[in-house]
């Protein structure tokens, strides 16, 4: 994988947040990279629980300022970046006030999800696309990771179909068993079609949950990655009969070895 460049985008990385099934994963896949040489980058929300002193976060403010359209609102955005320690690897932080001010990731303190989490997804993933436009990176591989980074294949698909620059870019989006309850905003559906993205390609979005987000994303992507043990028959029955190449779960201790072999026979 040496010089190969992939985007990570992930609702979660460790040590930003505490450790799960997808955070690990959003850390250990790009290390692997990084180890053989590849170019990495990742991306992810600047939830307010993350300890910006502690993580030494700094906004960019060369990338910083410019206004993204979430339902016909102007949000700003607010890129900051960080180095893991030790691993000399840069993350950058999609930040809003509005947004991501909060003190948890998805659910408030009554583990109730908030209600402008379809909002939030979609400024995330307008978020990065702008962002690595204006580093004037382009990737060989997007690779997705969590349900809040699931617009992105969708908007990388429609919304920014005639960039140049992501001509060659292929989309990975692993699927985790990790989800939430219940749905997010009813009218998660039009706020997307609000951005010119047809009807029949989000039509999953008509019921929000978990498993109708993942799926959305699966349909937008060029290649899907099975990243967990407990991932629902359902969702699992929908990967193999998609018709896009898929890695099956591989456990921890072969992973390197199968998501190497699979981004380059499968994907690139």
Avoid: C
Wanted: glycine share 4%; charged share 25%.
């Amino acid at each position: 994988m040496e010089d190969k460049r992939i985007l990570y985008v992930s609702s979660e990385v460790v040590p930003y947040l505490a450790e799960n099934e997808v955070s690990l994963m959003s850390y250990d896949v790009p290390k692997m990279i990084n180890d053989q040489g590849g170019q990495i980058r990742i991306f992810m929300p600047r939830y307010g629980n993350i300890n910006e002193r502690r993580h030494q976060l700094h906004e960019v403010i060369r990338l910083s300022g410019m206004n993204l359209v979430v339902n016909d609102l102007d949000m700003p955005l607010i890129i900051k970046v960080a180095s893991i320690p030790k691993e000399r690897i840069q993350v950058y932080f999609i930040d809003n006030d509005e947004y991501f001010k909060r003190k948890s990731t998805f659910t408030d303190e009554d583990g109730n999800l908030y209600p402008d989490n379809d909002e939030r997804s979609i400024f995330f993933a307008k978020g990065v696309v702008e962002t690595v436009k204006k580093l004037n990176w382009v990737p060989d591989i997007i690779h997705v990771h969590g349900w809040m980074a699931a617009m992105l294949p969708i908007y990388m698909k429609h919304y920014y179909k005639d960039e140049a620059l992501f001509a060659h870019t292929k989309i990975v989006t692993s699927v985790y068993g990790q989800g939430f309850e219940g749905t997010l905003d009813s009218k998660m559906m039009k706020k997307v079609m609000f951005d010119d993205v047809p009807q029949d390609a989000v039509s999953f979005l008509e019921t929000p949950d978990y498993e109708n987000i993942i799926k959305a994303s699966v349909m937008h992507s060029d290649a899907v990655i099975i990243a967990s043990e407990n991932v629902s028959p359902s969702l699992t029955k929908f990967i193999e009969s998609s018709g896009k190449p898929f890695l099956p779960f591989a456990p921890k201790e072969t992973f390197a070895q199968a998501y190497t072999n699979f981004y380059k026979q499968a994907v690139l």
